[in-house]
């Protein structure tokens, strides 16, 4: 049976601080709780950028379950990787200048995961939802009024494409551009609908 609400018992909630991903959750009208799962981000030794991805959006959702059993949990996470190296979030002025500069003229590929856990039965679901972004060859000049005028310390690979961020992308591949902002709500709808829940 298809619900087109969740029901009272079964809370939906986002393991997520991100405001990024909370207003993007937004969109499908549903009630939910946003909790940060304060989980280590850090990439195993030898973990490639989708499988950090793919394990971290796991392991929030797993985080948030051990104190909400009866929950239905969103989990995501983003890793950019830029031939080969992994690019996090950058937290400062001085790195987020330093991956422009890599990126630009460049292929950064973009792995943003979902998942959605249901803590009852312990059944999830569990995709990548990869972007390939040709980045634009600007200045230092042009980067730095980027950054100063969207300090995006706090996305993965400086890039914030719902905002100015735009302006950094040549090109764009992939399946969602809700992906790139940090949430792919095409591959939710899907798995939410697979657990019985439908937005519509």
């Known amino acids: 049976m298809i619900l087109t609400t969740l029901p009272d018992e079964r809370p ?7 405001p990024y991903r909370r207003s993007l959750l ?4 549903l009630p939910y709780k946003a ?8 990439p195993l030794a030898g973990e490639n950028a989708k499988d950090t991805a793919l394990r971290l959006a796991l392991s929030k959702a797993q985080a948030i379950a051990k104190t909400h059993p009866d929950a239905f949990i969103i989990g995501s996470d983003q890793v950019a990787i830029l031939e080969g190296d992994i690019l996090g979030k ?5 790195n987020a200048m330093i991956q422009l500069q890599k990126m630009r003229g460049k292929n950064v590929i973009f792995h943003t995961a979902i998942c959605l856990l249901d ?3 312990k059944r999830y679901s569990l995709e990548d939802v990869p972007t390939r972004l040709l980045m634009r060859d600007l200045s230092d000049d042009q980067l ?11 996305c993965a690979g400086s890039a914030k494409s719902e905002g100015l961020g735009i302006a950094l992308i040549k090109e764009m591949q992939g399946e969602d551009p809700n992906a790139l902002v940090g949430l792919p ?11 019985g829940i439908s937005v519509i």
């Open 119 to 121: 803590a009852r039965s």
């Open 185 to 195: 709500l095409i591959k939710l709808v899907s798995m939410l609908e697979q657990h």
């Open 35 to 42: 909790i940060s799962p304060n989980v280590d981000e850090s």
């Open 144 to 154: 730095e009024n980027y950054l100063k005028r969207e300090q995006p310390y706090d």
């Open 12 to 18: 939906l909630i986002l393991a997520s601080s991100s």
């Open 26 to 29: 937004n969109r499908l009208g």
């Open 90 to 94: 950058p937290h400062t002025h001085a």
